[in-house]
């Protein structure tokens, strides 16, 4: 990588945020907020560089616009800087609320999605009037002509933009799920860091089935979506204060307050700190999806005036009961709960045989021939990037259903630490099969309850069987020190051999198919055991993924 990619990629940026051609001097202003220090004949320089590229185009003498192409690359370049501009963005997005709540005027921040109906506006009006929104306010931008309508809604970032103009700092930490018992709110069922993503945590968790806003307004239990942050302790009561403030002008959905250092909905906080629960804005529009409605979420997507909002109702019944400082298990993170799996790997190089860690995915007795022979149609079409090992395991349960055993990627992990080697499971991610190969996702382990390959099949984002465009599959980026790397590299090429699809080795301070390792570290990049099960499912077959399940002993597997 050059050192103007990151340049680029933030010109880039820039113009994505204009509607307008823009020149030279204006970027060059921007950039300098941004901490990159080029004057207007570098950024031509840089321009004339994107416009050979395809990725912008000159507009005569009133400046330049980002191309489709361009949007393309911004989307997928540098993977790993997009893992840190999903938090900035946020932070960008407090910095630039200076809503007065006094005065109701200024700019606050939005969610639009797309709907396609009346129905669906009926839906987000009872979702509203149940209290599970953020706010009333809202905007609608009806087109008849294509048959749909806009909506925008108020997003719970404006509220830390609130507290940040009375001088609170408050720090996005988790996007995640809550259950919900007799209207209760009981605890965080998933959390993903928003420091360690390159999706926002509240998209990963809007595939289908993931939420069940629905029945908690009919019902009073289920599933809804939530963020989390924390306040300076010393700044609690003035917060409590200004968040029934607006709640009065109708700025809500707080779910919860902790006290000082107390954990609040499984949520350890730490000494001097409070945390603090807010519907996700996203909620509403949940709701219509799983109504089954066609619509199109986006999340915090830009600054509005808050003058151009109204209410769509004036009823709020808030249905949620007040969250109490129950002890709730404390929730662990996904690499947490992985380690003792890993640390009993003791799978023999030499001899092929002993323990590996195992994802076991579940569909019906009566599909397992035609998954099998997906399976084998996927590995031999691409044996580089398809794990060939699985074993069919019983259920529990359910004599009707059967598991498929596949390899983890996280066995890799043990095996090298078993040769006394550190190697730390560093990403989960989705790999776009292109020239060269990049990553376009990536979920840190550490960073999130569930793991990312099963949050990306979930959301319908492989095309691990794809005969059209490139193939985007599952696989986990690791780091190892650069010290054993001549040892590393003769273990890792064994287990290729193997059958363990190792994809990529990469070098000190460079990246590997898009991903960063640390200094003095090396990546490694690794496919997913559950890249033969997201064909299945891309096949129409409805199979249960479970991730990181149990010890199972490798030469007890078959092979395809």
Same mark, same amino acid.
């Given at each position: 990588?050059?050192?103007?990619?990151?340049?680029?990629?933030?010109?880039?940026?820039?113009? /994505?945020?204009?509607?307008?051609?823009?020149?030279?001097?204006?970027?060059?202003?921007?950039?300098?907020?941004?901490?990159?220090?080029?004057?207007?004949?570098?950024?031509?320089?840089?321009?004339?560089?994107?416009?050979?590229?395809?990725? /912008?185009?000159?507009?005569?003498?009133?400046?330049?616009?980002?191309?489709?192409?361009?949007?393309?690359?911004?989307?997928?370049?540098?993977?790993?800087?997009?893992?840190?501009?999903?938090?900035?963005?946020?932070?960008?997005?407090?910095?630039? !609320?200076?809503?007065?709540?006094? $005065?109701?005027?200024?700019?606050?921040?939005? &969610?639009?999605? !797309?709907?396609?109906?009346?129905?669906?506006?009926?839906?987000?009006?009872?979702?509203?009037?149940?209290?599970?929104?953020?706010? +009333?306010?809202?905007?609608?931008?009806?087109?008849?002509?294509?048959?749909?309508?806009?909506? /925008? $809604?108020?997003?719970?970032?404006?509220?830390?933009?609130?507290?940040?103009?009375?001088?609170?700092?408050?720090?996005?930490?988790?996007?995640?799920?809550?259950?919900?018992?007799?209207?209760?709110?009981?605890?965080?069922?998933?959390?993903?860091?928003?420091?360690?993503?390159?999706?926002?945590?509240?998209?990963?968790?809007?595939?289908?089935?993931?939420?069940?806003?629905?029945?908690?307004?009919?019902?009073?239990?289920?599933?809804?979506?939530?963020?989390?942050?924390?306040?300076?302790?010393?700044?609690?009561?003035?917060?409590?204060?200004?968040?029934?403030?607006?709640?009065?002008?109708?700025?809500?959905?707080?779910?919860?307050?902790?006290?000082?250092?107390?954990?609040?909905?499984?949520?350890?906080? +730490?000494?001097?700190?409070?945390?603090?629960?807010?519907?996700?804005?996203?909620?509403?529009?949940?709701?219509?999806?799983?109504?089954?409605?066609?619509?199109?979420?986006?999340?915090?997507?830009? *600054?509005?005036?808050?003058?151009?909002?109204?209410?769509?109702?004036?009823?709020?019944?808030?249905?949620?009961?007040?969250?109490?400082?129950?002890?709730?298990?404390?929730?662990?993170?996904?690499?947490?709960?992985?380690?003792?799996?890993?640390?009993?790997?003791?799978?023999?190089?030499?001899?092929?045989?002993?323990?590996?860690?195992?994802?076991?995915?579940?569909?019906?007795?009566?599909?397992?021939?035609?998954?099998?022979?997906?399976?084998?149609?996927?590995?031999?079409?691409?044996?580089?990037?398809?794990?060939?090992?699985?074993?069919?395991?019983?259920?529990?349960?359910?004599?009707?259903?059967?598991?498929?055993?596949?390899?983890?990627?996280?066995?890799?992990?043990?095996?090298?630490?078993?040769?006394?080697?550190?190697?730390?499971?560093?990403?989960?991610?989705?790999?776009?099969? /292109?020239?060269? #190969?990049?990553?376009?996702?990536?979920?840190?382990?550490?960073?999130? !309850?569930?793991? +990312?390959?099963?949050?990306?099949?979930?959301?319908?984002?492989?095309?691990?069987? $794809?005969?059209?465009?490139?193939?985007?599959?599952?696989?986990?980026?690791?780091?190892?020190?650069?010290?054993?790397?001549?040892?590393?590299?003769?273990?890792?090429? $064994?287990?290729?051999? !193997?059958?363990?699809?190792?994809?990529?080795?990469?070098?000190?301070?460079?990246?590997?198919?898009?991903?960063?390792?640390?200094?003095?570290?090396?990546?490694?990049?690794?496919?997913?055991?559950? &890249? #033969?099960?997201?064909?299945?499912?891309?096949?129409?077959?409805?199979?249960?993924?479970?991730?990181?399940?149990?010890? *199972?002993?490798?030469?007890?597997?078959?092979?395809?």
């Amino acid at each position: 990588m050059s050192d103007s990619e990151p340049r680029m990629i933030e010109i880039l940026r820039i113009l /994505t945020q204009h509607d307008k051609p823009i020149g030279s001097k204006l970027i060059a202003d921007e950039l300098r907020d941004k901490g990159f220090n080029l004057g207007e004949r570098a950024v031509r320089y840089h321009m004339q560089v994107l416009d050979e590229k395809g990725y /912008t185009e000159r507009m005569g003498y009133s400046g330049r616009v980002i191309t489709e192409l361009g949007r393309e690359k911004l989307e997928k370049g540098l993977i790993y800087d997009q893992v840190d501009f999903i938090y900035s963005k946020f932070e960008e997005m407090i910095y630039l !609320t200076d809503f007065n709540y006094m $005065t109701q005027t200024g700019n606050v921040v939005v &969610n639009t999605s !797309t709907v396609y109906n009346e129905e669906s506006i009926d839906i987000l009006k009872d979702i509203i009037e149940s209290g599970l929104s953020v706010s +009333p306010y809202v905007n609608l931008n009806e087109d008849k002509s294509e048959g749909r309508i806009e909506v /925008t $809604t108020l997003c719970g970032t404006t509220i830390d933009g609130i507290l940040l103009n009375e001088g609170i700092s408050s720090q996005p930490v988790y996007g995640g799920l809550i259950k919900v018992e007799d209207y209760k709110p009981i605890r965080f069922e998933e959390l993903i860091s928003y420091k360690k993503t390159s999706l926002t945590p509240l998209d990963a968790f809007s595939s289908p089935n993931r939420t069940s806003v629905l029945d908690v307004v009919d019902s009073g239990n289920g599933i809804i979506p939530a963020n989390f942050r924390l306040i300076p302790g010393v700044g609690r009561e003035r917060t409590i204060e200004i968040i029934k403030k607006l709640d009065k002008i109708g700025i809500g959905g707080v779910i919860g307050i902790s006290d000082e250092g107390k954990d609040i909905l499984g949520i350890p906080v +730490p000494d001097g700190m409070v945390g603090i629960a807010i519907v996700g804005g996203i909620t509403p529009f949940r709701a219509v999806q799983e109504s089954g409605e066609n619509i199109d979420i986006k999340i915090a997507e830009e *600054i509005r005036d808050f003058k151009t909002l109204s209410p769509i109702t004036t009823t709020i019944r808030n249905h949620l009961k007040p969250v109490t400082h129950d002890l709730q298990p404390k929730i662990s993170f996904l690499l947490s709960k992985s380690w003792n799996l890993i640390q009993q790997v003791n799978f023999d190089i030499e001899k092929r045989k002993g323990n590996i860690v195992s994802n076991i995915s579940y569909l019906k007795r009566d599909d397992l021939d035609k998954a099998l022979n997906i399976m084998e149609e996927t590995y031999n079409d691409d044996p580089k990037h398809i794990n060939p090992y699985y074993q069919i395991m019983d259920h529990p349960t359910d004599d009707d259903t059967v598991g498929i055993a596949t390899i983890c990627s996280l066995s890799i992990d043990g095996i090298l630490i078993n040769n006394g080697i550190i190697c730390n499971p560093k990403y989960g991610g989705l790999l776009e099969l /292109t020239e060269p #190969s990049l990553f376009i996702e990536l979920i840190s382990y550490n960073g999130s !309850t569930v793991d +990312p390959h099963k949050i990306f099949i979930a959301k319908d984002m492989t095309s691990v069987s $794809t005969s059209i465009g490139p193939k985007k599959v599952l696989a986990s980026f690791k780091e190892i020190p650069y010290i054993s790397r001549d040892y590393a590299v003769d273990l890792l090429d $064994t287990l290729d051999k !193997t059958g363990f699809s190792i994809y990529k080795i990469g070098k000190p301070r460079a990246l590997t198919y898009n991903a960063k390792a640390d200094n003095y570290n090396f990546g490694i990049v690794a496919g997913s055991g559950l &890249n #033969s099960i997201a064909a299945i499912r891309e096949k129409g077959i409805d199979i249960h993924v479970k991730a990181i399940e149990k010890l *199972i002993p490798f030469e007890k597997m078959n092979r395809l």
